[in-house]
């Protein structure tokens, strides 16, 4: 992993050969949702490495022994709709006991501003840390949006993890949010003139859902 400021670049070689087959054209809708499953699993596992672990007494066939387990740490995880729900079973193959919330956004295609359109999270969102999940990273008006949301109910300890993000983003999410880390696999060019990251990978939502 590559760090800069408030951003980790996850370069992990698997992460970055799947992102490519991603951004092809020809990589239709079936090959474009197994790859973001799998891609979300190994970005899970990047951002994961640092979570308390705690001894515990167990019995093997063997004997006894001291082992390691998870401290117990409450997690969450908030896809933003649409895209966001094709990181989702990937991440809770990792973490199968992890609370699930939405944050509906869309982005209003004239004005590139974020719309929020569905909010449910579990009750104890100041106890979770959140991982919130997004494949898009582009102005960060949505991402920027999402997290003011989370915060504005209470969330205190949250993680923004994405698959590709343009610099603007990126930057968005610093000002606003500079206590947010960011996860991506890549950190694009630029965004053009439709607020599309270039190279990117296109609308994710739609080629995830298959409504191009
Ligand atoms: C995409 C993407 C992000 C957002 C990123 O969603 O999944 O949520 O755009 O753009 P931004 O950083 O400029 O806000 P979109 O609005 O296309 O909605 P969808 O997921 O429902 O297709
Ligand atoms: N949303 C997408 O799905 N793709 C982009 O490139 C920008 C925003």
Redesign the pocket.
């Known amino acids: 992993m590559t760090d800069h400021l408030n951003v980790t670049v996850i370069d992990h070689p698997l992460v970055q050969h799947k992102l490519t087959l991603m951004r092809m054209e020809e990589t239709g809708t079936k090959d474009f949702r197994e790859l973001l499953e799998e891609i979300s699993m190994l970005m899970a596992y990047e951002i994961t490495r640092d979570l308390p672990l705690t001894d515990i007494q167990i019995k093997t066939p063997v004997s006894t022994c001291t082992s390691k387990t998870l401290d117990g740490k409450k997690m969450g995880l908030i896809p933003?709709?649409?895209?966001?729900l094709g990181m989702v079973d990937g991440i809770v193959k990792l973490i199968p006991t992890i609370k699930i919330g939405h944050v509906g956004?869309?982005?209003d295609p004239a004005t590139?501003k974020?719309i929020e359109y569905y909010c449910k999270l579990p009750t104890d969102v100041a106890e979770r840390t959140l991982i919130v999940v997004?494949?898009?990273?582009?102005?960060?008006?949505?991402?920027a949006a999402a997290l003011s949301l989370l915060k504005a109910k209470g969330a205190r300890h949250i993680i923004y993890l994405c698959l590709v993000s343009a610099p603007q983003?990126i930057k968005a999410i610093n000002d606003m949010h500079p206590d947010i880390k960011i996860y991506t696999a890549s950190v694009d060019e630029r965004l053009n003139e439709h607020?599309y990251i270039v190279p990117g990978l296109g609308?994710?939502?739609?080629r995830l859902f298959g409504t191009l």
Do not use: K
């Not at 609308?203 to 739609?206: I, P, R, V, W």
């Open positions: 933003i709709l649409r895209a966001g956004m869309y982005r590139l974020p997004d494949p898009m990273l582009a102005t960060g008006g949505s991402a983003g607020g609308d994710a939502g739609d």
